[in-house]
């Protein structure tokens, strides 16, 4: 392989039966080999990407103590400004490197329901007021917009999945409908120094949840992902287009039908080592409540049942750095 397949949604987004099938069946015999690939004919505003990519932008490029103001006074949560420093993805798979040479911006939907699933104490576990900063204007409201416009491809998309596996196609309907999904605005801002040994923009790492959606840029220092077979592929990210990736409870759903694939952010070359590069991504994560369980007959399921908030905390936990570790 040179590169991830690309997969056009135009004829599956038209309603058509047999349409909707052939796509799923692309995408299974894609994911059985990678589980990455990018998506055109998506159908999602290009005027919401471009807006949420220039309100990031401006954020980012403000002064860093301006920037610390919207840190979350609550160590630990994830929403706000995340700075540099924070955060190794490659804690997650057991793999211990220095932090990410990346600062990001996490925030959740941005209102719910008022109904107990929401509002309990296991609830305000993920559904968490967002934070937003008093500028640049316009966040919150760019933010939203661009949540809202994931949450219907992502449906269209875990639907599509479904008839690619072989299962009926709202299979997943009632495991998602109150999904507790985070977003992340992650920024890779210049290297004015070299990186220390090990060190990459993200480390490599496994996505948690069902479905990453990104949308990136094409600058040098970007996504790679590594296939079944060990080999490290780029990934094109055009700003008009998505790239998709299988995550680990997906992959745990399809008993391994379905690959996690781990992937990284690596460096820009030395030559282009002042390159700024931003990637918005997408975490479609399952109710938090929702067990997840191998599609698989019976004795042949490679995974015990994990419930899907439960496995998010942990992967959260062991990727966040201590005050310790953060200061080596």
Not at 95 to 119: I, M, N, Q, S
Not at 249 to 258: A, F, I, P, S
Request: proline residues 8%; aromatic residues 10%.
């Amino acid at each position: 392989m040179t590169g991830i397949p690309t997969v056009d949604l135009t004829a599956a987004r038209s309603g058509d039966a047999a349409a909707r099938l052939a796509t799923g069946r692309e995408i299974d015999r894609i994911c059985r080999e990678t589980g990455f690939f990018s998506i055109v004919g998506h159908g999602v505003d290009l005027s919401v990407m471009a807006t949420l990519r220039d309100t990031a932008k401006d954020f980012f490029a403000r002064p860093l103590a301006e920037k610390l103001r919207a840190v979350h006074p609550v160590p630990g949560t994830p929403r706000g400004y995340i700075a540099l420093g924070v955060e190794a993805l490659a804690y997650g798979n057991a793999v211990a490197t220095p932090p990410d040479l990346k600062e990001y911006y996490h925030f959740g939907r941005e209102t719910w329901p008022a109904a107990p699933y929401y509002t309990s104490a296991e609830g305000q576990r993920y559904f968490r007021p967002n934070l937003w900063p008093a500028e640049p204007p316009g966040f919150a409201k760019a933010a939203a917009a661009y949540y809202a416009a994931m949450e219907a491809l992502t449906l269209d998309m875990m639907r599509i999945a479904a008839l690619g596996l072989g299962i009926d196609e709202h299979f997943f309907d009632d495991k998602i409908d109150r999904h507790i999904t985070a977003m992340r605005l992650n920024h890779y801002p210049e290297q004015t120094t070299p990186p220390v040994p090990g060190q990459l923009r993200a480390g490599t790492h496994t996505d948690y949840g069902l479905l990453t959606i990104l949308n990136g840029e094409d600058v040098p220092g970007g996504l790679q992902v590594q296939t079944r077979g060990g080999d490290w592929l780029d990934v094109a990210t055009k700003p008009e287009n998505f790239v998709v990736n299988i995550g680990d409870l997906l992959m745990r759903w399809t008993n391994d039908r379905w690959v996690s694939n781990p992937h990284r952010v690596v460096n820009p070359p030395e030559e282009a080592a002042r390159t700024r590069r931003l990637s918005i991504a997408f975490f479609h994560h399952p109710n938090y409540d929702a067990l997840i369980e191998c599609i698989a007959p019976p004795g042949e399921a490679r995974y015990a049942p994990v419930l899907s908030g439960a496995y998010r905390d942990e992967k959260y936990r062991q990727t966040r750095l201590s005050q310790q570790e953060q200061a080596q």
